[in-house]
Nanobody, 122 residues
């Protein structure tokens, strides 16, 4: 059974930084894409960043240059280092995994974590 557990959310001032972590369990994820989505109140969920199984990295335009995704296949973890945070980054952030290729569509990911709240104050 796949489980994804996020941690690291919180409240931060604009311009600050946070690091999110996701611990995956239940199988070997070396052949899986791992990434992050987010959903702000009243908005649709949106892609943030992801690794494909070949470790190719994708970022949403809104976060490129400010966020950095990393993964450790030996520990089945994926991290999201968020810098220069803006109030519009406020959302619940979800860790996601799917077999092989990354996707920009949330519906392509069968496994989701419970989410962690990130709030950026102005």
């Amino acid at each position: 059974q796949v489980q994804l557990v996020e941690s690291g959310g919180g409240l931060v001032q604009a311009g600050g930084s946070l690091r999110l972590s996701c611990a995956a369990s239940g199988r070997d994820f070396s052949d899986y894409a791992m990434g992050w989505f987010r959903q702000a109140p009243g908005k649709e969920r949106e892609f943030v960043a992801a690794f494909s199984w070949t470790n190719f990295i994708y970022y949403a335009d809104s976060v490129e240059g400010r966020f950095t995704i990393s993964r450790d296949n030996t520990k089945n973890t994926v991290h999201l280092q968020m810098s220069s945070l803006k109030p519009e980054d406020t959302a619940v952030y979800y860790c996601v995994v799917r077999y092989l290729s990354a996707s920009f569509k949330g519906s392509d990911y069968p496994y989701w974590g419970q989410g962690t709240q990130v709030t950026v104050s102005s």
